[in-house]
């Protein structure tokens, strides 16, 4: 049975650094693109980076650029989230995600899955002002 833990998570002060992480097991990975959501309380969840299944292309929503960094390390089987410049409104429950689609490419151009299959339970992330 696949699963995906993340850990991590907890309580901050506004512009300090949290690092998520998740370990998945019951499945192989090392194909697989992983990504991080979050979900505030009431809202739908929404998407926050993505990475390839070999790390070497990433994908940031526009709220996160440039303070979040996505990383993996196929042998732990963990993604990681590195988030930087933490803010009030970071504060919500993370899940990271992994897609069960294989990698494709179109014109040398890797192509990002359209959805992703397995769901950790989340960590909470709070961010206080």
């Known amino acids: 049975q696949v699963q995906l833990v993340e850990s991590g998570g907890g309580l901050v002060q506004a512009g300090d650094s949290l690092r998520l992480s998740c370990t998945a097991s019951?499945?192989?990975?090392?194909?697989?693109?992983l990504a991080w959501f979050r979900q505030d309380p009431g809202k739908g969840r929404t998407f926050v980076s993505a990475i390839s299944w070999d790390g070497s292309r990433t994908f940031y929503g526009d709220s996160v650029k440039g303070r979040f960094t996505i990383s993996r390390d196929n042998a732990k089987n963990t993604v990681y989230l590195q988030m930087n410049s933490l803010k009030p409104e970071d504060s919500a429950v993370y899940y990271c995600?992994?897609?069960?689609?294989?990698?494709?490419?179109?014109?040398?151009?890797?192509?990002?899955?359209?959805?992703?299959?397995?769901w950790g339970q989340g960590t909470q992330v709070t961010v206080s002002s």
């Open positions: 995600a992994a897609s069960s689609t294989l990698p494709s490419y179109y014109r040398g151009d890797y192509v990002w899955p359209d959805s992703f299959d397995y």
């Open positions: 019951g499945g192989t990975f090392e194909r697989s693109a």
